[in-house]
Every structure is written in structure tokens, then in C-alpha cells.
Antibody, heavy 117, light 107 residues
Framework: QVQLVQSGAQVQKPGASVRVSCKAS????????IHWVRQAPGQGLEWMAI????????TYARNFQDRITVTRDTSTSTVYMDLSSLKSEDTAVYYC??????????WGQGTTVTVSS | DIQMTQSPSSLSASVGDRVTITCRAS??????LGWFQQEPGKAPKRLIY???SLQSGVPSRFSGSGYGTEFTLTISRLQPEDFATYFC?????????FGQGTKLEIK
């Protein structure tokens, strides 16, 4: 079945970086863009980025422009989200998602990133 | 950037009620809008795409309408499993943006 499986929870110190992975299966990896969305505790959803796995092209939200890098490895059907210079406000659940308009949406299970000294 | 203003932020209703949630876009987004439901501790799930099209498998009591800057999600007869948080998402232009969310609670 179509699924996105994310890497496990992480705890990082302020100023550090974090990498979250998202492994796709059950469909042609290059055919669907992957989004990154995060949700701080008790807060709403925040769109962060999108990658086209076919060419690797990315677009980032302005809030993260200088700190985020999204890449993909087509050999393993995996997308990576790197976020640097972490602050306590980056504590959140990070989701990858396939949101193609006319297909059923597919979400990863979420990865909790905690930033704490 | 396009700002999505969602209202109300919370809503109390009873099983069987009809409820409406609104999203307003800061500029026209045609029908490039989806509605999502999120239960506590779970990933969101899309209910409506292209403003008014029902996602496969979603009950017909959910409906969406609107075009341009004003959009609504209506739940015609609330069921116990509908008490959750709802978000809109515009995908007309980057960066995509969510509304702030509406928490639907049991009265």
C-alpha cells in the first residue's frame, strides 16, 4: 500500500541541526511531490517546503528559507528535511505528506523534534 | 504571501447539528483550496479538494463551497466522530498556507 514512513523522534540542543527522513513506498516515487508540514504543541499546521522528487526542485516557506534544505534520494525513494540553527520554537511534530490534488492524501506518521538544552 | 483567515477558532455543537467553518484568503486563489480534519495525536486527513470536491471515502455530510477569497466547509449532521480540528490549505501559490484551525467540540 501507499505509505510514507518517517524517522524516529529526536532531541536536539539549541543551535544544532536535525535531519528527518521520509521513505515512500507503494507508488512511483518520482510522480508525486512531497511536502513538509510541522505542528508545534497545541498549535496549528505550518507549511514548510515542497520537493519534486523527479528533478529535486524545491520551494521553501519564507520563514525557513535560510535554515531548511530538502533533498531526495531516488535510489531509496527517500526525502530528507534538514533544519539548522534550531531554536526552542522549532519543537514540533514534523510531517511529510503527499498532497496531490485529486489523489487521496498520504501522510507520514510524524516525527517529534524536541529542542532543549 | 497569501494569508488564510479561518473562523471560528472554536465551535461547540451537538450531534445532529449543522455547522459551517469559513476560510478567507487575502487574495484570490480560484478554487485552489482543501479542507482537512485532524484528530488529536494523528496526522491530518483531507476531506475536500478543489474547494468543493469530496475526497474518495469521505462521508457525504461533508461539503465545501466557495471561489476566489471566501470558502466554507459545512458538516450537515454532526456525528460523534466529527468532533476534531479542521484546517483549510491554499495551494494556489507558494508558499502554501494553512488557516489557523477550528476546534469543533461537543456541546
Amino acid at each position: 500500500q501507499v505509505q510514507l514512513v518517517q524517522s524516529g523522534a529526536q532531541v536536539q540542543k539549541p543551535g544544532a541541526s536535525v535531519r528527518v527522513s521520509c521513505k515512500a513506498s507503494g507508488y512511483t516515487f518520482s510522480s508525486f511531490h512531497i511536502h513538509w508540514v510541522r505542528q508545534a504543541p497545541g498549535q496549528g499546521l505550518e507549511w514548510m517546503a515542497i520537493i519534486n522528487p523527479s528533478g529535486g526542485f524545491t520551494t521553501y516557506a519564507r520563514n525557513f528559507q535560510d535554515r531548511i534544505t530538502v533533498t531526495r534520494d531516488t535510489s531509496t525513494s527517500t526525502v530528507y528535511m534538514d533544519l539548522s540553527s534550531l531554536k526552542s520554537e522549532d519543537t514540533a511534530v514534523y510531517y511529510c505528506a503527499r498532497l496531490a490534488t485529486r489523489d487521496v492524501d498520504v501522510w507520514g506518521q510524524g516525527t517529534t523534534v524536541t529542542v532543549s538544552s | 504571501d497569501i494569508q488564510m483567515t479561518q473562523s471560528p477558532s472554536s465551535l461547540s455543537a451537538s450531534v445532529g447539528d449543522r455547522v459551517t467553518i469559513t476560510c478567507r484568503a487575502s487574495q484570490g486563489i480560484r478554487s485552489d483550496l482543501g479542507w482537512f480534519q485532524q484528530e488529536p495525536g494523528k496526522a491530518p486527513k483531507r476531506l475536500i479538494y478543489d474547494a468543493s470536491s469530496l475526497q474518495s471515502g469521505v462521508p457525504s455530510r461533508f461539503s465545501g463551497s466557495g471561489y476566489g477569497t471566501e470558502f466554507t466547509l459545512t458538516i450537515s449532521r454532526l456525528q460523534p466522530e466529527d468532533f476534531a480540528t479542521y484546517f483549510c490549505l491554499q495551494h494556489n501559490s507558494f508558499p502554501y498556507s494553512f488557516g489557523q484551525g477550528t476546534k469543533l467540540e461537543i456541546k
